[in-house]
Structures are given as C-alpha cells and as structure tokens.
T-cell receptor
Framework: GAVVSQHPSRVICKSGTSVKIECRSLDFQATTMFWYRQFPKKSLMLMATSNEGSKATYEQGVEKDKFLINHASLTLSTLTVTSAHPEDSSFYIC?????????????FGPGTRLTVL | DAKTTQPTSMDCAEGRAANLPCNHSTISGNEYVYWYRQIHSQGPQYIIHGLKNNETNEMASLIITEDRKSSTLILPHATLRDTAVYYCIVRARDNFNKFYFGSGTKLNVKP
C-alpha cells in the first residue's frame, strides 16, 4: 500500500531554535498534504493544508509565521517550527491524499515527536 | 463538517466482536462516514468508509442507520493488536479532503 514517511521520527531541540520536519509520499505523488498536531491524550488537530506549488492554507488560530510549510515537490512537504518553545512540544503528523480503491484515501505518516527544552 | 460523538472508551474481550458506535445526527447528504484508528504513538490508519450502504472489508464492517444519523464499526474478532483509539469522521467528498478528528473511542481489547 501507499506509504508516507516522516523525518525525523524524534527531535529534541533547545528553546529558540528552529526545527524542520519532512513528510514524503514514497510511492505516489501528492498535490495536497496535511499537517496535524497532537498533544498527549488528545486528538489530532489539523494545522494546515500544504499545496504543491502554492502557499499553504492554515486553519484558524494557527500562526503561519510560526509554522512554515513548503511543498516543493509532488512527494515532499516540510514543516518548520520557527523559534520553538516548550509549548510547541507535540506529536506532529502529516498525511497525503492518493486516489486508491476508487476514492481519495488519506494516508498518514508515522509522526514526529518534538520536544523543546 | 458534521460533529461526531463517540464514547470515550470501551472494553472488549479478545476474540469477541467489538462494536464501536458513532453519532452524527447533523450529517448532510453529501457527507461520508470514515473510520480511522490510531495505535499509540503512530499515525492514524484507514479502516473503512461509507455513504449510506453497509460496507465490509478485510478489517471491519460499517453499519450505517437508514437515517444516517449514526453508525457502528464492527471488528468481528478483536485481537490485542486492535487496542487503539478509533475515530469516526464525517466529511464531504468535495471538502478538499480535509479531516477534522473528534475525540475518538479508546478500545481496550483484553485477554
């Protein structure tokens, strides 16, 4: 089946630094990818829609200057958490759409655990 | 997208059927019902989806009531590996494929 990968799987950084997370669709092209954030024991919260070749669209309340998204190719989207602070510590998950089984199925990556010290 | 309501948690004995309910009383005619699950510290995994007919695949069955205001996901023979949080999501097919997750049901499969 389709696979979406994320790199790194875990990252620990100091407060004030920026962290880049990659999301790749390994065996299919994805014009649209999505980024989610998940706090412990909470559900996934949609942050933004990453569009290949155009600007990302952000959900209400998500700071676009804080969470920079770049969808440079049909298989890669990156999320950069700028000037990270401890409250940005979370589980970040991406997903990508692929036409499968006759409908647009959304495949999720394994997630990236970010810890900001 | 329509709001969904699911029980916070459920227990199921290994080998038995797990029936997970979901209420979506405000669902509209063009919205599908999707089920995903998330095993601890992993990304969500697609299970099944449907519009108004009951659906079955190798993982589960989806029963949607005639008025479409609720549905039930059935895992016919639950195993310990089915312990996860199960999310019921309703989404319009043309909603740019966005998914908004509710709180889900934590299914605990016990030996």
């Amino acid at each position: 089946g389709a696979v979406v990968s994320q790199h790194p799987s875990r990252v620990i950084c100091k407060s004030g630094t920026s962290v880049k997370i990659e999301c790749r669709s390994l065996d299919f092209q994805a014009t649209t990818m999505f980024w989610y954030r998940q706090f412990p024991k909470k559900s996934l919260m949609l942050m933004a829609t990453s569009n290949e070749g155009s600007k990302a669209t952000y959900e209400q309340g998500v700071e676009k200057d804080k969470f920079l998204i770049n969808h440079a190719s049909l298989t890669l989207s990156t999320l950069t958490v700028t000037s990270a602070h401890p409250e940005d510590s979370s589980f970040y998950i991406c997903s990508a759409n692929r036409l499968a089984r006759g409908f647009n199925e959304q495949f999720f990556g394994p997630g990236t655990r970010l810890t900001v010290l | 997208d329509a709001k969904t309501t699911q029980p916070t948690s459920m227990d199921c004995a290994e080998g038995r059927a797990a029936n997970l309910p979901c209420n979506h009383s405000t669902i509209s005619g063009n919205e599908y019902v999707y089920w995903y699950r998330q095993i601890h510290s992993q990304g969500p995994q697609y299970i099944i989806h449907g519009l108004k007919n009951n659906e079955t695949n190798e993982m589960a069955s989806l029963i949607i009531t005639e008025d479409r205001k609720s549905s039930t996901l059935i895992l016919p023979h639950a195993t310990l590996r089915d312990t996860a949080v199960y999310y019921c999501i309703v989404r319009a097919r043309d909603n740019f494929n966005k998914f908004y997750f509710g709180s889900g049901t934590k299914l605990n499969v016990k030996p």
